[in-house]
């Protein structure tokens, strides 16, 4: 019996000798593979590129813009409100954007008329050093009321408000048709930031382009001032601008719904309406598509052209036409400010249905009406509110439009 014991006590501890063995060689083989797996983590964490603070240069790219129905959702409830302040002639005024006749008188024109704001030529700073400029526009913007909106024309080519004024020598832009042609897309794209942090500061607010009208052939009146007459392109490029500019504090005006076509460089629009015979369908699925990709990016701002749709409406040019105002809202979905072209540069008034053009522009639906000749328009539209012809209640409307985007893009804050 003893034996016996002895001879189990001898199996056990030989078995506990053997676990441990075979215990200490596999923990030495798993220890390295460990170890290579650690290694190869913190390999692949390091060929990851390090996080960088965004910068102007590669902050672009991560541009988000408003993908809300309302583009101006933000600043309604604000808009509302001081709508209820105002009195008519004051709302009136509101729907107006004058072309500015002298900076120095600047101020004092928006605040007799209530203006929505102005927009500024070249013609405005001649004379003046690159440092005055801003505190020109800081001037016309003192004691307003409701503050303005302060618009360049900065598109490049012969289309400019100041880089081409001295002082402004590195700013030589390209006509936009130009710059594609040297730069392809991104080439256009990086004019399209230049030119915005320009205007912003110098202390603009908002930039009338970028022209996404599909010009195919140099004999098209949009030719020189459009990137290209591929869909796709102008499409991208509709896109960009939104979201790159607007949230520096420049919007954009795209434009001219629903697009020039194939009017030819010869026609006029400074005499008369041109008209557009093309089918309704071909401008439907070629001609809004840009618009509908700067939309759905967040655009502010869509100017109407001067041309007559023969097929969709015969009857108006396109700023003055109820039918294609209806299409942008309600086709394209697009919920921020409609603006009419120049509404004075020539005699629209074959296009009004018996009313004075800036009445129809309202009317028709636009919320801001561009002219050269604000005090006949203000006081066009004052008397169609007056007697009826416009409702207050389609005044209150445009109105709060107005200012809902006002304070969206932080003018009013």
């Known amino acids: 019996m003893k034996k016996f014991v002895i001879i189990s006590v001898a199996l056990v501890l030989v078995a506990v000798l053997a676990f441990g063995i075979a215990l200490f060689h596999y923990m030495k083989v798993k220890q390295p593979e460990k170890a290579k797996e650690t290694e190869a983590v913190e390999a692949v964490e390091e060929t990851k590129a390090p996080v960088k603070a965004p910068t102007e240069a590669n902050a672009k790219r991560d541009d988000t813009a408003v993908g809300s129905s309302d583009v101006f959702e933000s600043g309604k409830s604000q808009a509302a409100t001081q709508v209820s302040t105002l009195s008519k002639e004051e709302m009136v005024g509101q729907l107006i954007m004058g072309i500015c006749p002298d900076t120095t008188t600047a101020a004092a024109q928006m605040k007799q008329y209530s203006l929505a704001g102005m927009l500024f030529t070249k013609e405005n700073f001649q004379g003046m050093t690159k440092e005055q400029i801003p505190a020109a526009l800081t001037a016309a913007a003192k004691d307003l009321k409701t503050k ?11 289309n400019t408000t100041i880089s081409d004024l001295p002082g402004f020598e590195q700013y030589d832009f390209n006509a936009p048709r130009t710059e594609f042609d040297i730069g392809g897309l991104q080439g256009v794209e ?3 930031e230049s030119k915005t942090l320009l205007l912003k ?4 607010n908002m930039n009338l382009t970028p022209v ?5 052939s140099s004999d098209q009146i949009m030719y020189s001032r459009s990137i290209s007459g591929d869909v796709d392109t102008v499409s991208s490029f509709a896109e960009y601008a939104a979201k790159f500019d607007q949230p520096r504090g420049v919007s954009i005006v795209l434009q001219h719904f629903p697009g020039y076509g194939t009017i030819p460089d010869s026609a006029n629009t400074g005499v008369g309406a041109v008209v557009d015979d093309r089918e309704a369908d071909t401008i439907r699925n070629t001609d809004y598509t840009p618009f509908k990709k700067g939309v759905n990016a967040g655009a502010h701002c869509v100017m109407m052209s001067n041309v007559v749709v023969q097929k969709i409406d015969p009857n108006h040019t396109a700023a003055l036409s109820p039918s294609l105002h209806k299409e942008l809202r309600d086709t394209v979905g697009f919920s921020g400010i409609i603006m009419t072209d120049v509404l004075d540069d020539a005699d629209y008034s074959a296009y009004a249905d018996g009313k004075k053009p800036a009445v129809q522009a309202v009317l028709a639906g636009n919320d801001l009406i561009l002219v050269r000749d604000y005090a006949t328009a203000y006081n066009d539209i004052l008397a169609a509110v007056n007697d009826g ?3 207050e209640a389609q005044l209150k409307e445009a109105c709060t439009r107005v200012l809902a985007y006002k304070y969206t893009a932080k003018i009013i804050k």
């Open 190 to 192: 990086k004019a399209e």
């Open 389 to 391: 012809t416009i409702t």
């Open 201 to 204: 500061e110098t202390g603009f």
């Open 148 to 158: 303005p909106i302060l618009a360049a024309q900065e598109e490049g080519g012969p």
């Open 212 to 216: 996404i009208d599909l010009a195919t």
